[in-house]
């Protein structure tokens, strides 16, 4: 199975700072044949389902604010909020849909400093 | 707008079965892979199986492969977890999630159902 690890497990951002969570894959999520890397961002709000934040690795799903921005290839991907706001307090998860089964990152817990 | 909502969680003992459904709307099911994750509490995101457009493959964590059975019913648009010999590891709110519009990531997940096993 592809284990996809994050770091850190949490942090304590400033309003208005820059946050950057990172995942790597134990293997490469990069397909050759299309040149895609298969990596998701979800965000989960406190008590809530998560919501889909990027795929591809880097495209940005409708709706999401730019100050997110995600990037990456192969086995080391990186997801930032540019300027954090009280809305970004949540949980981020990366997860890999190269292979079955479809495995997550355990998660990074963003909060305010 | 796209809606999935679970239904059939519950407090169930150990070894025994329970069946989830997620009945959607607002996308045209037959063309899309269904998958259920699970949430432990307090815990992250265990991806638990997926069903694809038409029913022909499904695919399964390793930690519920021969127990679980995800099965769908394009005519109403449902997808169903059949769980069985529940163990108290299988303790989670149940989420399904369609496949995503370009791709197998999860493009949109419901409210969740839980499930608790317990003697």
């Known amino acids: 199975d592809v284990v996809m690890t994050q770091s850190p497990d949490s942090l304590a951002v400033s309003l208005g700072e820059r946050a950057t969570i990172t995942c790597k894959s134990s293997q490469t999520l990069l397909y050759r044949s299309n040149n895609k890397n298969y990596l998701a961002w979800y965000q989960q709000r406190p008590g809530q389902p998560p919501t889909l934040l990027f795929y591809w690795a880097s495209t940005r799903e409708s709706g999401v604010p730019d100050r997110f921005t995600a990037s990456g290839a192969g086995t080391d991907f990186t997801l930032t909020i540019s300027s954090l706001q009280t809305e970004d307090v949540a949980v981020y998860y990366c997860?890999?849909?190269?292979?079955?089964?479809?495995?997550f990152g355990q998660g990074t817990k963003v909060e305010i400093k | 707008q796209v809606q999935l909502v679970e239904s059939g969680g519950g407090v169930v003992q150990p070894g025994k079965s329970l069946r989830l459904s997620c009945t959607t709307s607002g996308f045209i099911f037959k063309k899309f892979g269904i998958n259920w994750v699970r949430q432990a509490p307090g815990k992250g995101l265990e991806w638990v199986a997926v069903i694809s457009y038409d029913g022909s493959s499904t695919y399964y964590a390793d930690s519920v492969k021969g127990r679980f059975t995800i099965s769908r019913d394009n005519s109403k648009n449902t997808v169903f977890l059949q769980m069985s010999s529940l163990k108290a590891e299988d303790t989670a709110l149940y989420y399904c999630?369609?496949?995503?519009?370009?791709?197998?990531?999860?493009?949109?997940w419901g409210q969740g159902t839980p499930v608790t096993v317990s003697s």
């Open positions: 997860q890999q849909y190269y292979e079955t089964p479809r495995t």
């Open positions: 999630a369609n496949d995503g519009a370009h791709g197998d990531y999860l493009g949109h």
